[in-house]
């Protein structure tokens, strides 16, 4: 019986990766995501989280977090993208996945101080979601905000960014920190690793 139990666990799991494959390659077919069809993958989720199948929790976490307030931005829509992808195996039309130090990061790297400072995250983190990036930030005393002005002190871009970021809508946060930065204003552009180096995130 158990055995019978374990195999038929096993068959569910491979049935619901099976059809959450076909359920990704459908919603990215566009190359893009709105707010409907994440609701609608975060409701297939929700059903399907009981046999407690690693990728599936850790997609609805995700999700869960980005419509946290009922509300899919863009940048939120850019990194779904980029996650249904890598689940379905479709080759991304804007561009592999790549390292952020591709990208126009602060050399030197500066130190991070977070109490009393502003940060924003962009793109698609190691660490965790984007609000479990952003509640470790705020235990340090860092204040989040969402969008990029001069009052924004640190950028932290998430590990894997496309090769083409500039078309990405995270890239045009990108240009505008570049744009402040080169214009004099003390904002910066850091990498998630240089953000998980500070010797302060747990």
């Known amino acids: 019986m158990e055995l ?3 195999y038929n666990r096993s068959g569910i799991q491979d049935r619901q990766i099976d059809t959450l494959i076909g359920l990704s390659k459908g919603i990215i077919a566009d190359g893009n995501i709105n707010q409907a069809e994440a609701e609608f993958l975060y409701s297939w989720l929700i059903q399907n989280a009981t046999t407690q199948n690693p990728i599936i929790l850790n997609l609805l976490d995700k999700i869960s ?8 931005d863009a940048d939120e829509s850019a990194e ?4 249904l992808q890598k689940i379905s195996g479709e080759k991304s039309e804007i561009g592999e996945l790549s390292k952020s ?5 602060d050399d030197p790297l500066p130190e991070i101080i977070f109490d009393g400072k502003t940060f924003l995250f962009t ?11 952003t509640e470790a930030t705020a235990q340090l005393g860092g204040i989040i905000v969402k969008t990029v002005t001069k009052k924004l002190n640190y950028l932290v871009i998430g590990t894997y960014v496309s090769d083409s970021w500039i078309h990405e809508s995270y890239g045009r946060k990108i240009e505008k920190a570049i744009e402040y930065r080169t214009n004099g204003t003390p ?5 998630e690793e240089h953000w998980l180096n500070s010797g302060k995130i747990t």
């Open 4 to 6: 019978f139990t374990k």
């Open 65 to 72: 977090a980005m419509l946290q307030d009922n509300f899919l």
């Open 80 to 83: 779904l993208l980029s996650v």
């Open 101 to 105: 130090a591709t990208l126009p990061i």
């Open 123 to 133: 793109g698609t983190c190691a660490y965790g979601t984007r609000q479990q990036c």
């Open 187 to 191: 904002l910066h552009i850091i990498t």
